[in-house]
């Protein structure tokens, strides 16, 4: 055998090796791998686009966190002047209400007094009509007697 008609068969057979797998076997491969080549831009895209909007969540929250935490102070403001008015309208109505049972006591303690004046006015004029009566010995009648009574009222 020849080594160069050897040598020139193998090559004519690998030259048909290369067409036959460049025209049916490679294609499918360098579809696949562009296929892939895709896939993994998308899922890198996609994990772009998850990030950003991980930060857009993560900065809205951090909005929402920061707006609720100024309502809240604003709330307890509101709560502790409100608590400030109650305290103070309490104090007032108690104060008015203390002020309004003195007067009522300070009423009830002048009627009382005048109470007993007219009392002690009445049992003065009935001992001095008394004693009136053991001076004179005789008893003295029920006009004369009112008239003594008021006379003696008007003088106290």
């Not at 990030?51 to 900065?59: G, R, V």
């Not at 007067?103 to 008394?130: D, N, Y």
Request: glycine share 6%; proline share 1%.
């Amino acid at each position: 055998m020849n080594l160069n008609l050897t040598l020139f068969g193998q090559a004519i057979t690998f030259g048909i090796f290369i067409w036959f797998t460049m025209k049916f076997v490679w294609p499918p491969i360098m579809q696949a791998i562009s296929q892939r080549q895709k896939t993994i831009a998308d899922g890198l895209a996609a994990a772009a686009q998850g990030e950003a909007s991980l930060e857009h969540a993560q900065k809205a929250v951090h909005d929402e966190l920061a707006a609720a935490r100024k309502r809240a102070a604003e709330i307890i403001d509101a709560a502790s002047k409100r608590a400030e008015q109650m305290v103070s309208h309490a104090a007032v109505a108690a104060q008015t209400e203390g002020q309004r049972l003195l007067e009522q006591a300070q009423q009830q303690i002048a009627q009382e007094v005048e109470q007993a004046r007219e009392k002690l006015q009445k049992e003065m004029t009935h001992i001095a009509i008394a004693g009136a009566e053991k001076l004179l010995g005789r008893s003295i009648d029920e006009k004369v007697q009112r008239e003594l009574l008021d006379k003696f009222a008007e003088g106290i």
